[in-house]
């Protein structure tokens, strides 16, 4: 081996730049990766264990504490629950963890009972239709089969636990594109099929969570 | 009267639904039990306190409905479905999967039971009518607790003691119930405190389909929050 070339791979060797820091390794969507997301059980969990993930990388979550703190001076924190259709920290009374979500509901305005719940974190949704009258106990359903819809497009959604639901790289970016967009879920279920629409003040409060924790960088 | 004794009973067999004991499957944890001096009572009794983890459920009940347990003693009329299997979710006990029976003659006797993962509840009443010919008939409804339960498993049969219309699903009762025949009505025997008669009543097909779902072998292994995976 000529000696020029020796030194070169010694002085790449000794330039203590791992793979991951130099880039070397592709980085990969969170969308190829939702069987590891299930089997760690948490998002944070993933990116600790697989720092080359795009959403581990340039979004923030627990796994950045710092510039977490930081999106959180931006958004109200609430204990337990935040507002209907507006962005912020839920505050789990019990373990004090605060996490992003933005809740809404659709349900007929005559029977307000019935109707459905709407759940999004960054990267997944919990949606669920609900039932209750005046004395009887609240009966959740958990939809077996999710489809979004949104500007003409379609997203099968991969369950990842019961009621809960992924959100496709796509379909986050179809979102930050428009965020006035109608949205709106095809939710199939034991006693059939039903439409959520989500109003455009929920889907404006997502993208605006999405924004603040660099998801719209992830591309 | 029927309708308070309806309510009553129902109440109670649901509550047993979810009643963790420790010998039963799913082993829900019974981390410690002490005995303590009740001073709140002047005979100067024992009192026991015992503390049990709460049940979970693991992932494969996404198609059965979660009925939240939120309707207390004084909204008794429960509309949840009979011969159908459903997740429930106890504030105090935990989460459980359940199919609750009915067994009756209109306007007269009747036999519920709840079949949940971690225990059974079998309780009624008995409808007597005295009276007739020339004076007004009466009809007393008797309320019932189940002590005593007989459950066919193949070539034998199981007997399991209980109290207060309560029993304890241990590993066998389960696998008895799960490999029940289905397709057809099943039976069950039993007899109530204080008799030593055993009753002989009839569980419907659903509900012996649902004792699939219900006594599914699984250890309990608590599945990921949505929060966690999304954030």
Redesign the interface.
Known sequence: MKPWLLGGILLLLSSGKSPVDGQTIRSVSLDQKVVE??EA????ALCAKEPQIKECQLAI??WKPAELERAKMEAPTCFDQCMLDAFGF?KDPESSRE???VRTKDFDGSAPSRGFEV????????L?RYEG??????????P?KVTARINGQSFALP??????Y??PSGMRRAILASPTSSLSFDAQT?EGKFQVNISTKAVKAYTEMLRLLNYDKVI | MKALFRSLCATAILGGAAIPVSAQIGSPNVSSSSTVQNVFCEKNLKSTVTRISKTILP?G???L???????DF??P????PFSEAMALNDPVTGQSVAVLDQNFIPGGSKVFSSWGRHGISIGGYWFYKTGGGFSTPIGNFVPFEADVLWISDGSSFLVIKGCNGRFTVTKEVAEALRNYPAGKNGYIRFSTEGTGSAILSEIGKSTVEAWKKVYANWTPDA?????????
Request: one cysteine or more.
């Open positions: 997301l299930k059980r948490s998002l944070a979550g627990e839920y996490i992003p979500a759940t999004f974190y960054p990267v997944a949704i919990r669920v009258c005046a004395g009887c106990a609240l009966i959740y359903q958990y077996t369950m990842v636990a019961r009621g809960g992924y959100i034991t | 992932s009940y996404s198609d409905k979660d009925v939240q347990l939120n309707s004084r909204y009329s429960n509309d949840l599945p990921p929050k949505v929060e966690s995976l999304g954030f």
